[in-house]
């Protein structure tokens, strides 16, 4: 984070600055740390360090890489994703976001038929 933001204010701006997309958030996911969160520095110090995860959808711009920290974007199912080598703090967090999904779906696949037929 930068001096004087928000854990939100960082997550909107890092989503754009590496993928160009402008984001909302929507919700608190969960924070996250522990041992798949421990970092070990090459002077031997080690850290546990904190995660927060965030919901939220695409109000603007065009999916494209920075370049810099990101040389390429696509996206992944839950099992295209499972098999992607990751640290393990990374997969917690992705395993999360896709458990999140999972159940948004489920649920729009058992209220939106109810719905439909309400509005007809």
Aim: charged share 25%; aromatic share 8%; hydrophobic share 45%.
């Amino acid at each position: 984070m930068d001096p004087g933001e928000t854990p939100a204010e960082a997550a909107i701006r890092e989503a754009f600055e590496e993928t160009s997309l402008v984001v909302e958030l929507t919700q608190l996911v969960g924070v996250y740390g522990g041992a798949d969160f421990r970092l070990r520095y090459p002077n031997g110090d080690e850290i546990e360090s904190v995660a927060i995860l965030f919901e939220g959808r695409v109000i603007g711009g065009q999916l494209a890489p920075d370049g810099v920290e990101i040389s390429e974007l696509t996206y992944f199912t839950r099992e295209q994703a499972e098999r992607l080598p990751m640290s393990p703090s990374a997969r917690v967090l992705m395993l999360r976001a896709f458990d999140r999904a999972e159940a948004f779906q489920s649920a729009c696949l058992e209220l939106c038929p109810a719905l439909l037929q309400a509005a007809a």
